[in-house]
């Protein structure tokens, strides 16, 4: 199980835990001084049933603040407590089901993120990012260099 600053990494299908395989990242120039980047993929055979699939820190401190970073083709969570910043990405946009790239859907969590398998969704394999960094105390220190090397980290479209 990945361990994270916050805890525990845990995915998990219709709340239920799984196993799985963080793979780290390499470094880039948009993120070079990140102490941690991964990512989990997460295979799930599509059954023609609803699923939730999320992935949650398990320790994150109660007085953590949260931000939702999104890009293109990028739904983030950020996280931040005792001057540490993670982010946690999925490949997806939410709310844009059916008219979107995507046959499923995500939701921002309180721990996390999650991938919204529909019914009808035939993708059947689902990446979360996973990036951390200190030095940036708050979201609202926007001049803060830092700051955005995990919203890149934990983009799964760009590993």
């Not at 994270?4 to 001084?33: H, M, Q, S, W």
């Not at 200190?134 to 799964?156: H, S």
Request: glycine share 8%.
């Amino acid at each position: 199980m990945l361990q994270t600053p916050f805890g525990a990494a845990e995915i998990r299908l219709d709340g239920k835990a799984l196993p799985y395989n963080a793979e780290a990242v390499p470094l880039d120039n948009r993120c070079p001084d990140l102490p941690g980047r991964f990512g989990i993929t997460v295979h799930i055979s599509p059954d023609g049933l609803p699923h939730t699939l999320s992935c949650v820190l398990s320790d994150l401190p109660a007085y953590a603040e949260s931000d939702m970073e999104s890009g293109e083709r990028l739904e983030l969570i950020s996280f931040y407590a005792d001057g540490v910043k993670l982010s946690v990405g999925t490949e997806a946009e939410e709310g844009f089901f059916p008219n979107g790239y995507y046959d499923y859907d995500c939701a921002h969590l309180d721990h996390g993120m999650a991938y919204l398998i529909l019914p009808q969704t035939k993708t059947e394999s689902y990446t979360f990012g996973i990036a951390w960094i200190d030095g940036v105390p708050d979201p609202d220190d926007i001049n803060n260099p830092r700051d955005v090397q995990t919203w890149f980290g934990a983009d799964p479209t760009l590993f």
